[in-house]
């Protein structure tokens, strides 16, 4: 099992990324649990890239781990891609989404339109430039809403050859085809790249300090011990090994983080 922070305190947004990458055996670890509180981050991009990355490079800032954010949102063609960036923020200043989907149809006027969502995952690692992901849904706006699954805008949105709102299916139909579903999966392929890149890394690593003297062939003793004991582990924490240590003395120890149950 790999860990990766979450930068995000939407519950439904965590939930969809855990239950989508568990089955690669990635634990995806809300930043809350680590520092013990929510940390206001003000999204002020213009574009859903933009915004994924502020928050995934700020919790990356305070927490020393490797940390993904996603920037998602809604758009409607007939409304210049309206709310977009905006979603969750229109939807709040309205008063809610029913509200939100009476202003859309009074827009629109009546009328149907294409539309998409958009998710957009950052991913910022201490000292590397931060990657973004993107993946899109097309289909269509519906009225009334349709359907009691899901959040946000999923009960007016039925996505193309599907004659269901994203709210009328289950999350595991949803996460077959979602915004977040394609992002995710390209997120993954790095991942295993990534993954990849790190072992080879610390095998070099490892070999280069045979050929060196006593303090440092107990670099190699101890860093043998680490390597073996992530592969009992079948490679638990991985992504922890890059760990800043002022983090892990002073914040949450990598091993309480294997007791936590996320
Ligand atoms: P974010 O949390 O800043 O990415 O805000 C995204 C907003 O876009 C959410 O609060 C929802 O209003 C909307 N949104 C994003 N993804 C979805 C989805 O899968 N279903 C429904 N609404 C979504």
Known sequence: ?????IASSNENKIKEFQEILKPFDIKVIPYQKLLKKDVEIEE?????????????????????????AD????CIKELD????VFSARFAEEVGGY???FEEIRKRLNGKCSDAKFVSVIAFARKNEKTICFEGTCYGFTIFPPRGENGFGYDSIFVPNSFGRTFAEMTSEEKNLISHRAIATSKFLEFLEEWKNSLNKKR?????????????EETVVVEEKIL??????QKSDDVFEIEVDEKFVSNIAPVSQL???KV
């Open 1 to 5: 099992m790999y860990k990766v922070v």
């Open 44 to 68: 002020s991009g213009k574009t859903f890239s933009d915004n994924a990355k502020i928050k995934a490079e700020a919790i990356c800032e305070m927490t020393g781990l490797s940390t993904f």
């Open 71 to 74: 920037d998602s949102g809604f």
């Open 81 to 84: 891609c309206f709310p977009g």
């Open 98 to 100: 029913q509200s939100a």
């Open 203 to 215: 095998s070099e690593k490892s070999s280069v300090n045979k050929t060196t003297n006593e303090k």
């Open 227 to 232: 390597t073996e004991t992530i592969d009992t």
């Open 258 to 260: 294997e007791d936590e």
